[in-house]
């Protein structure tokens, strides 16, 4: 299975007395993701299914890579909410048995503590920055995640 894990674009400063679920992505963040998402089109990612935090950032930019990476299923889940741990995001991943590739919207550190979880190394430390796009490969879903890092885009390098 390919795994995509997308960090949410640059977001509203947190705002006293609003809820942080609530920041919404910038005018300059959609503008960034949006070309990291270009690019990762142009190479041919197609997720078969989109699973996002249910934060309005994170369902921002994956409703942003559905439209770029033609994808017609998002699936909000818990298991990406900020406060959620790696294993929770890997049982969920295990959910998606039937599909080929699924891109993973949410935040740091969980997306990048999640990419070392993945890889088998859950000290590693990954520098996810906002609207960055990782890919990495799983063989199985069986046991413990044991996948292969095959890339990383930021939007720097676009």
Not at 33 to 43: I, K, M, T
Not at 79 to 103: F, G, H, T, Y
Not at 115 to 140: C, I, M, N, W
């Amino acid at each position: 299975m390919e795994i995509y894990l997308l960090r949410h674009g640059i977001a509203e400063a947190a705002k006293a007395g609003a809820a942080d679920s609530e920041r919404a992505l910038t005018e300059e963040g959609k503008q960034k993701l949006g070309a990291v998402l270009e690019r990762a089109a142009a190479a041919g990612v197609k997720p078969s299914v989109i699973l996002s935090s249910p934060y309005r950032r994170a369902r921002e930019t994956a409703d942003m890579a559905a439209k770029t990476l033609k994808c017609s299923k998002v699936v909000e889940t818990e298991a990406l909410a900020p406060s959620s741990m790696p294993e929770d995001v890997w049982q969920v991943i295990c959910q998606q048995k039937r599909e080929n590739a699924v891109l993973l919207a949410g935040h740091d550190p969980l997306l990048s503590q999640t990419v070392g979880f993945l890889l088998g190394a859950p000290g590693l430390q990954v520098d996810l920055k906002k609207a960055a796009l990782v890919r990495v490969d799983q063989e199985t879903l069986r046991g413990q995640p044991r996948a292969i890092l095959k890339w990383m885009l930021t939007p720097r390098l676009v």
